[in-house]
Nanobody, 122 residues
Framework: QVQLVESGGGLVQAGGSLILSCTHSGRTFSAYAMGWFRQAPGKEREFVAAITRSAGIYTDSVKGRFTISRDNAKNTVFLQMNSLEPEDTAVYYC?????????????????WGQGTQVTVSS
């Protein structure tokens, strides 16, 4: 069973930056596509970014501000978030699927972390 553990959330002012990390427990991490999703209060969980070997895909609202990357030697995926806006406030979830095809659909990911809170103040 794959376990995912996120870290790096917190409180930041608008315009600031945060980096989220997610550690994957699987022995074949490099064979998994990884994704980040977020859920704001009262809203559906939405796609943020995903990565296969090295190429990332992003939702339009974060393009140019967020960067997803991975370190296969450390079984870790990162989400660098710059120019944060109050609208980015949400619980951020790491997700994983045992297939090197990135997806924007949350139902394609069988493994999820517990989430980490990101709060952006105006």
């Amino acid at each position: 069973q794959v376990q995912l553990v996120e870290s790096g959330g917190g409180l930041v002012q608008a315009g600031g930056s945060l980096i989220l990390s997610c550690t994957h427990s699987g022995r074949t991490f490099s064979a998994y596509a990884m994704g980040w999703f977020r859920q704001a209060p009262g809203k559906e969980r939405e796609f943020v970014a995903a990565i296969t070997r090295s190429a990332g895909i992003y939702t339009d609202s974060v393009k140019g501000r967020f960067t997803i990357s991975r370190d296969n030697a450390k079984n870790t995926v990162f989400l660098q978030m710059n120019s944060l806006e109050p609208e980015d406030t949400a619980v951020y979830y790491c997700a994983s699927r045992p297939l090197l095809i990135a997806s924007m659909n949350r139902y394609d990911y069988p493994y999820w972390g517990q989430g980490t809170q990101v709060t952006v103040s105006s």
